[in-house]
């Protein structure tokens, strides 16, 4: 069965400093993966997404995120992280399979100190 | 365009009153779904529906009912709602791409609705 692993709940970065956060799936087949944002009361918006090629992907807001099949990670980063970005942050992964099913992580709060 | 829109977004029910939660989308997207959003739990998938008149269950589906008559709506309804189902609710939908040939796109959401029940 497909699964999404956030193993950080919550981090704390300086505002500048870069950013890292983990995710690992569980899928039998090649994953389609996908990072979302979510500001305090609102939905969830898409930051990026891997269907397949370049291993490295860009999304918007400055972040990327690199898929690792050894791995099976899929960890988006940040180079320099602005106060705006404090959110809660979702990695995900689609099936194609059984009807357009997506599996999503715990979450990663991220708060952003001056 | 609105993209995916929910009502009502906040309200408050008593144990074993029904209520439908309300999702449209003026994309055309073939798939729907209905997720809830629980802390420390991430998004948890309740019902979804590939098309008009298919529906199917996802992970938490008991409590719940959907239909799903057409492309643009797709209700969530509470038969007797129980404080288990306190919980913030997302509608999602995506388009069917077959390029290169992927056929899963990524999901819209809407902005939630916020449901208590005491």
């Known amino acids: 069965a497909q699964s999404v692993t956030q193993p950080d709940i919550h981090i704390t970065v300086s505002e500048g400093a870069s950013l890292e956060l983990r995710c690992n799936y569980s899928y039998g087949a090649t994953p389609y993966l996908f990072w979302y944002v979510q500001s305090p009361g609102q939905g969830l918006q898409l930051l990026l997404k891997?269907?397949?090629?370049?291993?490295l992907v860009q999304g918007i807001k400055g972040f990327e995120a690199e898929f690792k099949r050894s791995q099976s990670s899929f960890n988006l980063r940040k180079p320099s992280v602005h106060w705006s970005d404090a959110a809660e942050y979702f990695c995900?992964?689609?099936?194609?399979?059984?009807?357009?099913?997506?599996?999503f992580g715990t979450g990663t709060s991220l708060t952003v100190i001056p | 365009n609105a993209g995916v829109t929910q009502t009502p977004k906040f309200q408050v029910l008593k144990t074993g009153q029904s209520m439908t939660l309300q999702c449209a989308q003026d994309?055309?997207?073939?798939?729907m779904s209905w997720y809830r959003q629980d802390p420390g739990m991430g998004l948890r998938l309740i019902h979804y529906s590939v098309g008009a008149g298919i529906t199917d269950q996802g992970e938490v589906p008991n409590g719940y009912n959907v239909s799903r008559s057409t492309t643009e709506d797709f209700p969530l309804r509470l038969l007797s709602a129980a404080p288990s189902q306190t919980s913030v609710y997302f509608c999602?939908?995506?388009?069917?791409?077959?390029?290169?040939?992927?056929?899963?796109?990524?999901?819209?959401f809407g902005p939630g609705t916020r449901l208590t029940v005491t």
């Open positions: 995900a992964v689609g099936s194609s399979n059984t009807g357009n099913q997506f599996y």
């Open positions: 994309m055309n997207h073939e798939y």
């Open positions: 891997y269907f397949s090629g370049d291993t």
């Open positions: 999602a939908s995506s388009s069917r791409s077959l390029t290169g040939g992927v056929n899963i796109n990524e999901q819209y």
